[in-house]
């Protein structure tokens, strides 16, 4: 347990960082998911619009640190492929 003032502050805005940084990831986690499992499903289109959504996250998630930046460019690159691939399959 913290015993200075300061200390007990940064404790308390910790708890608040982490919860919000757990909802955002766990958003964010639940988007990619929509955009595989429409891939998967071969809804092309579907996917296309769930993955405008989680490039957004992903964008956000970067900027505010919650994940590097270069893990959400990479995300971002690979999903792009996934449906690259899913199109020209279909």
Same mark, same amino acid.
């Given at each position: 347990?913290?015993?200075? =003032? /300061? +200390?007990?502050?940064?404790?308390?805005?910790? $708890?608040?960082?982490?919860?919000?940084?757990?909802?955002? =990831? /766990? +958003?964010?986690?639940?988007?990619?998911?929509? $955009?595989?499992?429409?891939?998967q499903a071969g809804d092309v289109s579907k996917a296309e619009t769930e993955m405008q959504a989680a490039t957004k996250r992903l964008d956000r998630a970067g900027q505010k640190n919650v994940i590097h930046k270069n893990t959400a460019a990479r995300t971002k690159s690979r999903l792009q492929k996934l449906i690259k691939t899913a199109k020209t399959s279909a």
């Open positions: 347990m913290p015993n200075s =003032k /300061s +200390a007990k502050k940064r404790l308390r805005q910790n $708890v608040v960082r982490r919860d919000r940084n757990k909802a955002v =990831k /766990s +958003a964010l986690r639940s988007q990619l998911r929509k $955009v595989r499992e429409a891939v």
